[in-house]
């Protein structure tokens, strides 16, 4: 614990002006960041007796090790920089609201020649209109499939559009008329984007001009005595109005709004927003946070806002927001909206009417996902900490262990091994410290040398980690060992698959590593170290040999202070290192089950690594070593030949006759191919007999990989 006088600035040091500023721990973390009209006067509030301030303050100023500050022109900027800083740092003491969910949206394409309308999820994009949120898909899909046949707008995939462009025939919404099928030109580009448009301004709010538009029409008609069409434009009309039934009218003058409610008790808060377009309520999302540091209602408020219009711009953001309390001061939030919205937008608090009616049914709406979010947590955290509490007492721990790592070792037949580290934080998974290995230490299948490799790779970086004075330690060797340390922009999967592969960062490595690249892999700038914190419990896939593995390795680095164990699978028995006999825990434990799903994700981990890897080497090429020859030329040559096979045997004149392709460079094919060994024949299994055919073209990239039928997995390569 610090002492806050030990990192106090000096008087007079701290500018009197707007600014934002950032407290790191000593790791040099960034912990909290915050921002002020006077840096002066806000910064010395952390710094009076600590007895004065709030627990949850007490704690940040006394894990902080330092404190530094920027100073901006404008309270706006210091908002937009506060924002930026908090997206980026996830600082562990600010409020941070998380979506309880991935809402669906109701999207429109329009930058695309025939917009299409779907479903999307995630972050938004540029060239597309959106509606919603929605609560659930099935919602959207409803509304879709009664608009449809009074704007019947493309909703089909690139690949189903392509398909129907090319055989001239569409899809089954083209024939029964929920679709205009621009793809077989029954409708020009022109017309349909105004279809589009005008599919976008009816869920926009404005239905009234389409309605009266389309009742003109069928008085018309009937009136000419063309009752088929009248008919079909009464059944428009009536699907019109069931769709706006969906949403009902809460502001009667069609206000474009959104309303935010706040209920919040000591340790954490849920906030509901209502987004009201053309009077009606046209989506609906909600959040909650922890309280990790003293916040008003009015600071939640400012949070809420800049989680919610922080990336938005143009007409995402209403005219009117309406708030259970003003942010302190209001002016500058109030002018950022207005920037992000390019006018003017009013902040305000509802006092009367049908706004303030409203403003109570959003509050009711956050008081209840409050509630049932209490209810969910407290079950969780009871059952999770029961689980915890199980291990340390088999396991003879001193404390619960409170991060849990896992590993496993993957391979076919001892070919393509790989391990899998995934980390378990308080009994919920930490997808973002996975990590993956290669098994570059020796050739062949052996998981116990394999888990000894791993657990010293991954410890002797946290040893490294931990005794660096701004430089890594070790990290050209440990980079070259296959690990996967992603640079500072880098994401880190959630399922497994966006990792880059050790072997194409280690060609990137040409000797020692560049001072660009040492530089790079420095953690001055607050962004959390990899491989820098030490679990309590380290877990592996395997039994008795495999722990005595992972404990040796952990002996030969000097670490005493974490403990082992593995899972078997057969009986799932839990074995600890220097015991001849497993500890037994009863089929019903919690902490048994936490066990086996750390186990089990490991090895779904461990197990989508080594299929990647063994689909990309099953899809070599000869062509893959020939410098300087990319994807597209490749594949003019295989298109223009047939196989590699009829490459191989081709001159050099001819292959000079494949677009792209100059003499030098066929120069250079003809001597690669003729090097690369030919693959061996193919055998018909049933008869024996070897088959003629051309050799498969191994640069198509075919949806499946190739059939290996006749080769079983080995035990480690299959799912359980």
Known sequence: MADPSSYRPRPGEIPDSPGVYRFRDEHRRVIYVGKAKSLRQRLANYFQDLANLHPRTRTMVTTAASVEWTVVSTEVEALQLEYSWIKEYDPRFNVKYRDDKSYPYLAVTMSEEFPRVQVMRGHKKKGVRYFGPYGHAWAIRDTVDLLLRVFPVRTCSAGVFKNAARTGRPCLLGYIGKCSAPCVGRITPEDHRELSEEFCDFMAGRTGTYLRRLEKQMTEAAEEMEYERAARLRDDIGALKKAMEKSAVVLADATDADLIAVAEDELEAAVQIFHVRGGRVRGQRGWVTDKVEEVTTAALVEHALQQLYGEETGDAVPKEVLVPALPEPVEPVQEWLTVRRGANVSLRIPQRGDKKALMETVQRNAQQALALHKTKRASDLTTRSRALEEIAEALDLDSAPLRIECYDISHLQGDDVVASMVVFEDGLQRKSEYRRFQIKGFAGQDDVRSMHEVITRRFRRYLAEKERTGEWADGADTLTNGEHTPGDGEHTSTGGTAHVDGDSLTSSLTGSLTDSLASSLKDDDG??????????????????????????????????????????????????????????????????????????????????????????????????????????????????????????????????????????????????????????????????????????DATAGSPGEPATAGVPDGRRGQEP
């Not at 419990?537 to 005493?560: F, H, K, M, Y």
């Open 527 to 696: 962004r959390p170290r990899k491989f820098a914190y030490p679990p309590q419990l380290v877990v592996v896939d395997g039994g008795q040999p495999q722990v005595a593995a992972a404990r040796r390795a952990l002996d030969e680095l000097g670490i005493d202070d974490i403990a082992v164990c593995g899972l078997a699978k057969r009986l799932e028995e839990v074995w600890v290192p220097g015991e001849d006999d497993p500890v037994v825990l009863p089929r019903t434990s919690e902490g048994l089950y936490l066990l086996q799903r750390v186990r089990d994700e490991a090895h779904r981990f461990a197990i989508t690594y080594q299929r990647a890897k063994r689909a990309k080497r099953f899809r070599s090429s000869p062509l893959d070593d020939v410098p300087g020859l990319g994807d597209t030329r490749k594949q003019a040559l295989i298109k223009h030949f047939g196989s590699v096979k009829k490459l191989r045997s081709a001159t050099i004149e001819q292959i000079q006759e494949v677009p792209g392709i100059g003499r030098k460079t066929a120069e250079t094919i003809a001597a690669a191919l003729a090097q690369a060994a030919p693959a061996a024949p193919a055998v018909n299994t049933a008869t024996g007999e070897i088959i003629e055919d051309e050799e498969p």
